[in-house]
């Protein structure tokens, strides 16, 4: 009898944490490695929040909370969601939990039941398919290339729907591309919605606060409000307040959703940390300027990496709307050799051999569904990246 259940081998081990956790070794071997694969921002986390949970400590909020978060910060929550897009939910319909990951998780695992689809347009986040097929489900994938910004159609969306289809999951901005739906985009998908009323769909906007040139990303609900019963909208406090170690995501749904995933989520895990829920007040109440001064730094960088990247031979670098990655097509240099004598095949050749000949992590695009390109996270210095897109640059010119 095998001890790891049958339901472990439908999922594959994160090859971003893969990836991170190869160049950290090299790093520690001695090797010059500059890491681009965490999607983790370098802030600190801000001032006031890291002090309202010291003051929570010191109250003494150290206990169990209600499982799907305290009153107070699912107050903080339905004001968010107000303030930002307008969206009205009361205390009741909002879960707090572990990470945005696990409201996923809550989420999926509450309500997908053997074969039936969530349609998933890609490149995507792996966890979304992972955690469908955790959950016996069949994720349908959509190829949405480069050349239509990374994002899906209304047509592709029709096409995709079949009686079995329980869930559409978006993410805007996405990782790993960047690309982001603006209010007209989204009411195309939301008009193709409104003619399957049996699909559901589950919103992640836990980049929503990083978006450049002024690009506004919307999310479902505020462009049709009429999918309210049947829409889970996400959120948390990892990439907009740089706090991805408190783990603090939530989101807002139908009432009798939120009971199943919290009777869920009561048998696995129970509340997420008291003392980071405190700081989730603070983070989402308090004074919201670091929001700005990080956007910011990353619209910088962003528009560095787009420029140098587009400089390098077989390279084709599209610009993001948001997020804080970039997902170049290198399928240029497939054919080719490196100079240190590696043929190029994959897309995961070419990571491997630019960590292993220029000292530079990132993550290949299969880890994504979709071979022929690369992810860069570019959370990180702007001295970094400039060396990064210079050896990258040099490790590109150097092929034959
Ligand atoms: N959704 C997307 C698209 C992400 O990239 C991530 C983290 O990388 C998450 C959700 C989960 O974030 P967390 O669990 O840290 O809140």
């Known amino acids: ?15 971003t944490i893969a990836m991170t956790a190869k160049a950290r070794a090299l790093k520690a071997a001695g090797k010059d490695v500059i890491g681009l694969s965490s999607g983790e921002p370098d802030f600190d986390t801000p001032r006031n929040v890291k002090d309202a949970a010291i003051a929570a400590i010191e109250r003494g909020e150290t206990k169990y909370t209600d499982v799907a978060g305290t009153l107070a910060l699912r107050k903080a929550v339905c004001e968010k969601f107000k303030r930002d897009h307008g ?3 009361t205390p009741e319909e909002i879960i707090v939990a572990t990470g945005g ?23 995507c986040w792996v966890s979304y398919p992972d955690i469908v ?12 290339g480069q050349n239509a910004g990374f994002k899906m159609t209304p047509e592709q969306l029709e096409a995709a729907i079949t009686p ?3 869930w559409l999951i978006l993410n805007n901005p996405c990782n790993p591309t960047g690309a982001a739906y603006n209010a007209e985009e989204l009411k195309k998908l939301t008009d193709v919605l409104m003619r399957h009323p049996h699909v559901w769909v589950f919103t992640d906007d836990i980049y929503e606060k990083l978006a450049y040139d002024g690009f506004k990303p919307a999310t479902i609900l505020e462009v049709e409000p009429r999918l309210r019963d049947r829409t889970v909208t996400m959120n948390g406090c990892s990439k907009a307040y740089a706090m991805t170690g408190w783990r603090i995501g939530f989101a807002g749904a139908p009432a009798h959703l939120i009971k199943a995933m919290d009777k869920l989520q009561g048998q696995s895990t129970s509340n997420t940390c008291s003392i980071s829920q405190a700081a989730a007040i603070e983070a989402l109440t308090g004074p919201q300027d670091s929001i700005e001064e990080m956007r910011k730094v990353y619209e910088r960088r962003r528009n560095m990496v787009v420029d140098m990247l587009n400089q390098a031979p077989g390279i084709r670098c599209h610009k993001p709307e948001g997020a804080f990655y970039v997902f170049p097509d290198m399928r240029g240099c497939i054919g080719k ?16 051999a630019l960590l292993e000949e220029a000292g530079v992590a990132t993550v290949h695009g299969a880890a994504f569904l979709s071979p022929g390109h690369f992810r860069i996270s570019y959370a990180t210095s702007d001295e970094a990246l400039r060396e990064a897109c210079t050896r990258i640059q040099k490790f590109c010119a150097a092929m034959k």
């Open 1 to 15: 009898m095998n001890l790891i259940a049958d339901r472990l081998n439908r999922i594959s081990p994160s090859l």
């Open 337 to 352: 050799t490196t100079a240190g004598g590696k043929k190029i095949e994959t897309d995961e050749d070419f990571t491997i």
């Open 164 to 166: 079995r289809t329980k």
């Open 101 to 123: 990951k696990q409201v996923i998780f809550d989420a999926l695992v509450a309500t997908i039941n053997p074969g039936d689809e969530a349609i998933i347009p890609a490149p």
């Open 87 to 89: 969206i009205d939910y």
């Open 133 to 144: 097929q955790l959950a016996e489900g069949t994720p349908v994938i959509v190829q949405c």
